[in-house]
């Protein structure tokens, strides 16, 4: 019979991860493992609660361990994206039992969604928000990555933009407003963002008040983060945003964010593939999206100052698949 076992682990931030809601010095994450002893199988997978989204350490485990019954039972995949919203707490479900059921079979968890084996991929490497004068100096000490992600806040912001080219000339940049820009900052941002060569402009206004960007130019693509969760969210980002930033957290999981990989691409939009601050078993899932994906942004692990072991392989900004004693 297969049991559920729901665990609670911290792992330090080298320094401190500071956007514009706040700053924190850990990543708290829950772990959901799926074990059957009889069969010697088990599998496991990671979440980030994100109070952003109304969820906590606490509420998030309660969730996983709320469905012990079922799991026991035999809940399937599919059968789960029913019965849980989208969320951390199914997205750790949902990986534990792809890789459980990757191990039972003997398989890799992306043949089994019928996907291309995950290749290495160049991930972003995300700078915090802070002073000019600091995010310069983090800029240059990160010069030699060829994408770095940029966290801002919103007062100040051009001359932070401007700070982190000055500091990092040659790099490609996205820049992340976590939310934070406002209607009448709006127009001196995207041209502060024009000036210095950005790449890409994640969520620069609130979710709920995003609709101005449907009635402007956008010579930089606009990435949606906070304001798209799963598919049922895709109708109402026509016209306001060019790509999608796919994080499992958000999707409850790879298995929906596989099906919203698809959709997105079908309407035409570009995609991220992205993360909170985890380890590297929370990347492992995601890696299996890169192959979709014209930015990656799995920097989790570049991060803590210590990961899990087994961790993922990084070779400057490349990261490499997952083995199968990680995840899949």
Not at 68 to 77: C, K, N, P, S
Not at 182 to 211: F, H, K
């Amino acid at each position: 019979m297969r049991r559920l076992a729901v665990a609670i682990e911290r792992f330090p931030i080298a320094g401190a991860f500071t956007i514009s809601r706040g700053s924190r010095t850990e990543a708290v994450v829950v772990t959901a493992r799926i074990a059957d002893a009889e069969r010697g199988v088990a599998g496991w997978g990671e979440c980030v609660p994100y109070p952003r989204y109304g969820e906590s350490v606490e509420s998030v485990a309660a969730a996983i361990e709320a469905q012990g019954d079922a799991i026991a039972a035999g809940l399937t995949r599919s059968e789960m994206t029913e019965r849980m919203k989208p969320g951390a707490a199914r997205n750790a479900l949902d990986c534990a039992l792809l890789d459980f059921e990757a191990k039972a079979q003997g398989r890799p968890a992306w043949e089994i969604l019928g996907l291309t084996a995950p290749a290495p991929a160049t991930t972003a490497y995300t700078l915090s928000l802070g002073s000019p004068e600091s995010m310069e100096e983090a800029a240059r000490k990160a010069s030699a990555r060829p994408l770095l992600k940029v966290k801002l806040g919103g007062e100040g912001d051009p001359a932070r933009i401007a700070a982190v080219r000055r500091g990092a000339p040659d790099s490609r940049l996205i820049v992340d407003a976590n939310e934070a820009w406002r209607a009448e900052t709006l127009e001196a941002n995207l041209a502060a963002c024009l000036a210095a060569g950005v790449t890409l402009i994640e969520q620069p206004l609130p979710a709920d008040d995003d609709g101005l960007l449907a009635t402007i130019d956008r010579p930089i693509p606009i990435c949606a983060d906070e304001s798209l969760h799963d598919r049922a969210g895709l109708d109402r980002l026509a016209g306001r945003y060019d790509a999608i930033n796919i994080k499992l957290d958000k999707t409850g999981g790879l298995t929906e964010a596989v099906m919203l990989a698809h959709e997105a691409r079908a309407r035409g939009l570009a995609l991220m593939v992205g993360c909170m601050v985890g380890t590297s078993l929370a990347m492992a899932p995601a890696m299996l999206l890169v192959h979709h994906a014209e930015y990656v942004d799995l920097d989790g692990p570049l991060l803590l100052a210590r990961d899990r072991e087994p961790g993922l392989v990084f070779e400057g900004s490349t990261i490499h698949p997952p083995e199968a004693a990680l995840w899949g």
